[in-house]
């Protein structure tokens, strides 16, 4: 077996029990993402690398006067669409996912994050660039923000906002590459490279995968065709975010065979992970679902507490909460049982007829931007991405902190640890 990490466990096993999937696994350890760190290295003529990229993006790359070898290389890479992309399944999975846009919303914060953050060597980065602590909240939106323009009909298409968003994300991932590796201290003999190619896999997965089984747990019911859709668009969104064709899910085995590899190989969380998740359930999660419930606003905030520490602890298990420090209660059991009855509920809203639920989709994109409106006015969040940030150097490296981005109403955010 070729070197691994020396801070990953398990390589034997990852082998003995995956095979060949295992040993690509830890290969790709060293991996990153050749262009677009080819990119984030160069110096790009006519302004900075983001400037020019989003130029390139609109406008195509012949617009540009000059461009860089690097520069040329990646966009031959992303005008040069698959042949298996299917816009109009991806437009469907669209659609099956927007009329869930409230489970959805509650998931990528209480499971799929809250699981990612079980592995301290993926959160390196997370933690030298420390935006997730300091501002759990504005990066939620970003996220969000991102999120809306993939899950939009004709988003992933070559002109489509959300494609152009997921190329920003994968020039976010690359300069934060350069940012680490010129700082001189990332260990990479004991970590790999940063953001490698299975952690972005990994990710894929919180999106997909992880996403969809909480939400399974909380009565969302997903037809056999709408998961196919929604996997194949999780797969070209890996695609055009850099994802090596070995590792690139494409199907619910390969996202569960990718979560089973990442606890495998991990060796749990840190001191750091454990700030992340206080951060992001405290200064972001509970406030919000606070703000949807009845009563005193003491009270609701006891009663989110609660609730969503309890979702976390029904999604990723006992013993992984306990490893990560979350806090224990009964409510666990309450919530671990209301999926039947929610899904009853969920069946009968799909009854009607093409034109009501065709009705009931365009309603949910409504919601849903008004909401993405809300937020952005709620937490004074002006730009889409952290590339776009005021105060945000060309580089790629987030913005410092700063305790405007949260409402009057929220708790102050946590300042004292850092994650990415």
């Known amino acids: 077996m070729e070197r691994i990490p020396t801070d990953l466990v398990n390589g034997d096993l990852a082998v003995q029990r995956y095979g060949e999937a ?190 969809i089984d909480a939400m399974h747990t909380l009565g969302v019911r997903f037809t056999d065709r709408e998961l196919d859709d929604i996997y194949h668009l999780w797969r070209y969104v890996g695609h055009v975010v850099g994802m090596s ?32 998740v206080v951060a992001l359930t405290e200064d972001y999660l509970v406030p919000e679902l606070a703000n949807v419930l009845p009563g005193p606003r003491a009270l609701r905030n006891r009663l989110a507490t609660d609730v969503m520490y309890g979702l976390q602890r029904v999604f990723i298990g006992d013993h992984d909460a306990d490893a990560l420090g979350i806090p224990d209660g009964r409510i666990k059991h309450v919530l671990g049982r209301v999926g039947p009855a929610l899904a009853l509920a969920g069946s009968a809203q799909r009854l009607g007829g093409a034109r009501r639920a065709r009705a009931r989709i365009e309603e949910a994109y ?9 937020m952005r006015s709620d937490y004074r969040v002006t730009h889409g991405l952290v590339d776009a940030a005021a105060n945000s150097a060309s580089s790629g490296q987030p913005p410092v902190a700063d305790s405007a981005t949260q409402p009057p109403n929220a708790p102050a955010a946590v300042t004292s640890s850092v994650r990415q």
């Open 245 to 276: 064709p070995e590792l690139n899910p494409g199907c619910e085995a390969d996202h569960v065979r990718i979560e089973e590899l990442y606890r495998l190989t991990s060796p749990g969380p840190g001191p750091d992970d454990h700030d992340f």
């Open 22 to 211: 295992g040993r690509v696994w830890l290969d790709q350890m060293w991996l990153a993402d050749p262009l677009a760190d080819a990119v984030a290295a160069d110096e790009h003529p006519g302004g900075s690398t983001t400037s020019v990229l989003r130029n390139a993006l609109a406008h195509g790359i012949s617009s540009l006067e000059e461009s860089t070898d690097s520069m040329r290389a990646l966009f031959a890479f992303l005008d040069d669409e698959p042949d298996w992309v299917d816009h109009d399944r991806m437009a469907r999975a669209a659609d099956a996912l927007i009329v869930n846009t409230a489970p959805l919303g509650i998931v990528l914060g209480a499971a799929s994050l809250v699981r990612g953050a079980g592995n301290t060597i993926a959160a390196k980065p997370l933690a030298v660039t420390g935006r997730y602590v300091s501002q759990p909240a504005m990066r939620s939106v970003e996220v969000g923000e991102w999120l809306s323009q993939v899950i939009t009909p004709g988003g992933m298409r070559r002109d489509g906002d959300g494609f152009a968003y997921t190329v920003r994300v994968r020039m976010i991932h690359a300069h934060v590459r350069q940012m680490l590796w010129k700082r001189g201290d990332w260990d990479e003999n004991a970590w790999g490279a940063p953001i490698p190619q299975p952690y972005m896999a990994f990710t894929v997965a919180e999106f997909g995968h992880i996403a």
């Open 366 to 374: 409504r919601v849903r931007d008004a909401e993405m409106a809300r």
